[in-house]
Every structure is written in structure tokens, then in C-alpha cells.
């Protein structure tokens, strides 16, 4: 099938701290809307199918919950497919967004999906009902090609978004298409969380996902096309990414991803939007992509002595490190229980700094969540204290074998190169209640692969 997904520049409120009418609210967000509306109609002439639009790219971010509430339209929650917007707007008051959404897949007969605020009225009776008597959601819409309202869901994990209410149980959304079958729809922050994310994919055995975020980059394990590669690998699934697109925030990288194949877009240096249109398989059956073929070893017994650890910080994390030393190596390095290995040789050699990384722990800065890791990263400089920095160039191709012996199933295969580009692996699985990655010769040189582990039991 043919999909969109577009990287938008938002255009936000200069004061979103300031109380506004409704009106000016409105008038705001049409200028965001016309630019969907060129979009989609540009996708449409393309051949898409459907199009997906980042979070927060119609009102903006930075409100308060007061200041927000004159950006946010009623949407009833539901997954009827009953209600079309567009050819019944008088059904509901305060639907102007949702209305506007819905005429543009109609008028352009193709499956849309946006991100936007919406209010529930709440009765005092209810425990959870905030003091001001209304639920405000972050949350996206789908649209079928006739302009129906097939599926919303509510965002879940926020990211310090105090404008916003968490909803009392997590939305499994889904909707049905006629060219690929059911897709699932999460936000942002969701795809490092067991609920809604691995619930919905698993309980419902879904293939396609739409993802509308905000993302700040994060190098070198976080960055938003690596983890969202890394997420269509691990769960078989294809990924359609829509980013919001303000490099001064740090926010870029969109992209239509299968699990051996991605379109991306990243882009740090200049403004403006992009649209993304790729052809892309179905995926129906339970194929393995490379999970279950496991060839190459993995020794237990190391020969050589590892040089010497060091200490580093890592994305606000401590990780053990320990140097690549030489064109050729084996090297071990351990924390708690989790023990990496790499086996490595420099195909083109540089004198460059790179450092096989370890952490087995609770992440706490910016949200909390267990992870387990091993990376391999290139450092900042030559120093071992610049080791765990953000670094976007890289000459030394490697090959490598990479793996340890993770106490969770749920590994992101991490495989970044120079200028933020992807790479795919040759081999990775499991063998021996080991988890590993391999390559001979990455594209570019090499930023980072990793195994980067989530054990949501530990949360």
C-alpha cells in the first residue's frame, strides 16, 4: 500500500501561557490546517492511502491547562464509524478541528490521521473529574476516506504535559482499512511503555501502526528514527512516523518504516515541512525477519583480558564502558546482571575514540523505566569522560558481533550511522539466552549498535 506521513513545522501561539477566545484559538489553528490541507492533497496525487500527521502540530505545546482550553475541540469517544463530521457537523458543538480533518480525507478520499486536544465534560460524582469540571485529552483522530470518524485514543504516557489529563485506563485504538488490514495508533512518549503499546500490538496481533509524535532527539540511544526503526524491527510491524519539525528544539525525524526497510526524513539544519509518501508491504503472516536464523557463535569464554572500565555518563545514566583498543578485539564488560560482549574489527581504520557501554537499571531523569543496554558508541573525543555524548559523524566502518545476556524479551535493535542514517543488521536474535546483533561493514561509520532492552516488569 501506498502511505504519507508528514514532518510539519508547526506554526505556534506566540503567548501559549495567554488566555485567548475561541475565535483566535481557531484562527490559529487554520493556519496549521492549511497546510494539511496542501499535504494531504499533495499525498493524495501521489497515490496515498492514508497520511498521518504529528502531535501537537495543529495547536502547538507550551500551555497551561487554562490556556489550552480555547484550542480544544469536544470528540466523542467512540469507535463507531457512525459519525462523519464533515457531512454532519451540527451533531456536536466545539467540533471545528475535527470537522475541517474529516472534509480533507473526504474531499481527497484518503485515511487520515491527526493529533490534536480535545475536552470531555466530567460530573462532580466522578472521583477523577479535575476541579474544573472537564477531562482534557491529548489525542488523535482517525479518519476513513468517506470522512468518517473511525478511532480516537488518548494519550496515555505524557511527556510534562500539564495541560493534559491522563485517561483513567489505557485506549487500545485500532481501526480497519480495506488495503492493510487493521491498524493500531499510539503517541510519543507510548512507544517506551508496555500499556497501550505492546498491549495493543500483541492482544490484537496488529502489523500496521500510526504514530503521531513530538520527539526531542536524544543521541546516541534516543534518537527519533533509530527507536522508531529499532521498534518496527522488534515487533515485525510497519511504523508510519510523523514528526513535528523544530530543529532549534531538537525535534526532527519522520519516516515509513518496515522491518528491513525505512524511508526517513532528519533533518537539523533546515525549515520548512516534508512529506513522505513510500510503498510499502503488507505485513500479515508472523514472518520472523531474522529473529529465528542464528548463525555465528556465541562464546562464552573470553580469551583476552578486556582493558580497563571506566565510568560515563550516558543519556543521564552511569554505564560502565570499556575501549576499543586496536583494529581487532574481544572485549567484556559487566553491571548487575547484565554482562555485553562485542567482538570487533575496524575495517577502515581511524583515530577515532569508541567505548562498548553497559547499564542495567532505572532511568529516572525524564520520566522512569528499567532498561537494560548494551551499546557500542563512538565518543565524543578522544577522552574516556567523552564517552556517552552526542555525536552525528563517524568514519570508522566496524564489523562487529554484539550481544549479552538480557533478562528481558524485549530488545531494540539500535543500528545508527554517520549524519543520522540507518543501517540494518546483518544477523540478530536469540541463541543461548543470549541476545545479539551482527554486521559486516555498516553503509557509514559507525555512531552506534545497540541492544537496548526494556524490562517493563521493572518499571
Not at 496525487?45 to 500527521?53: K, L, P, S, T
Not at 562464546?299 to 583498543?325: C, G, H, I
Not at 567482538?343 to 581511524?350: I, L, P
Request: with cysteine; charged share 20%; hydrophobic share 40%.
Amino acid at each position: 500500500y501506498v502511505a504519507a506521513v508528514y514532518e510539519h513545522e508547526s506554526i505556534p501561539s506566540p503567548t501559549p501561557a495567554a488566555l485567548v477566545e475561541r475565535r483566535s484559538a481557531l484562527e490559529l489553528m487554520g493556519r496549521n490546517l492549511d497546510i494539511y490541507e496542501q499535504q494531504v492533497l499533495a499525498a493524495a496525487r501521489q497515490g496515498a492511502q492514508i497520511i498521518v500527521f504529528p502531535e501537537d502540530g495543529i495547536h502547538g505545546f507550551n500551555f497551561t491547562r487554562s490556556s489550552i482550553y480555547p484550542y480544544l475541540d469536544f470528540v466523542p469517544h467512540s469507535h463507531s464509524g457512525k459519525w462523519n463530521p464533515c457531512r454532519e457537523p451540527y451533531l456536536y458543538n466545539d467540533t471545528e478541528v475535527i470537522q475541517r480533518l474529516s472534509c480533507m480525507a473526504l474531499k481527497n478520499k484518503i485515511f487520515l490521521v491527526a493529533n490534536l486536544g480535545s475536552k470531555q465534560p466530567c460530573e462532580r460524582s466522578d472521583p477523577r473529574c479535575p476541579a474544573d469540571g472537564r477531562y482534557q485529552f491529548n489525542t488523535n483522530v482517525a479518519f476513513a476516506a468517506d470522512g468518517a470518524l473511525l478511532a480516537t485514543y488518548r494519550k496515555h504516557n505524557l511527556y510534562f504535559e500539564y495541560a493534559f489529563d491522563t485517561p483513567a485506563e489505557p485506549d487500545y485504538a485500532f481501526f480497519d482499512t480495506p488495503f492493510a488490514g487493521k491498524f493500531g495508533m499510539f503517541t510519543c512518549f507510548d512507544i517506551l511503555f508496555f500499556e497501550p503499546a505492546v498491549s495493543l500490538i500483541r492482544q490484537y496481533n496488529l502489523k500496521q501502526i500510526v504514530y503521531p509524535t513530538a520527539w526531542m532527539n536524544q543521541l546516541p540511544l534516543l534518537s527519533a528514527v533509530e527507536f522508531q526503526q529499532a521498534f518496527a524491527t522488534a515487533f515485525n510491524v510497519n511504523i508510519l512516523a510523523a514528526n513535528i519539525h523544530h530543529p532549534t528544539l531538537g525535534m526532527t525525524g519522520s519516516g515509513i518504516y518496515t522491518p528491513v526497510k525505512s524511508f526517513i526524513y532528519h533533518n537539523m539544519e533546515s525549515y520548512g515541512g516534508k512529506l513522505i509518501v513510500a510503498e510499502i508491504p503488507v505485513i500479515t503472516a508472523d514472518y520472523k525477519t531474522n529473529l529465528e536464523k542464528a548463525p555465528g557463535r556465541v562464546s562464552e569464554k573470553r580469551k583476552e583480558q578486556s582493558p580497563p572500565s571506566f565510568y560515563a555518563e550516558m543519556m543521564y545514566d552511569n554505564y560502565t564502558f570499556v575501549p576499543l583498543w586496536g583494529e581487532k578485539g574481544e572485549l567484556q564488560v559487566c553491571a548487575n546482571s547484565l554482562c555485553c560482549y562485542l567482538d570487533y574489527r575496524r575495517a577502515v581504520v581511524t583515530d577515532e575514540l569508541y567505548a562498548l557501554g553497559v547499564f542495567d537499571g532505572l532511568h529516572t531523569v525524564h520520566g522512569t523505566y528499567y532498561v537494560q543496554a548494551c551499546a557500542l558508541v563512538k565518543c565524543g573525543g578522544l577522552s574516556f569522560s567523552t564517552c556517552g555524548q552526542e555525536v552525528t559523524d563517524a568514519t570508522a566502518l566496524i564489523d562487529f558481533q554484539l550481544w549479552g545476556n538480557m533478562s528481558t524479551p524485549y530488545i531494540f535493535p539500535l543500528l545508527l550511522t554517520s549524519g543520522i542514517t540507518l543501517d540494518f543488521a546483518d544477523h540478530m536474535g536469540w541463541k543461548n539466552n543470549h541476545y545479539f546483533l551482527s554486521k559486516n561493514r555498516t553503509s557509514a561509520g559507525l555512531l552506534t549498535a545497540a541492544l537496548y532492552g526494556r524490562w517493563y516488569e521493572k518499571d
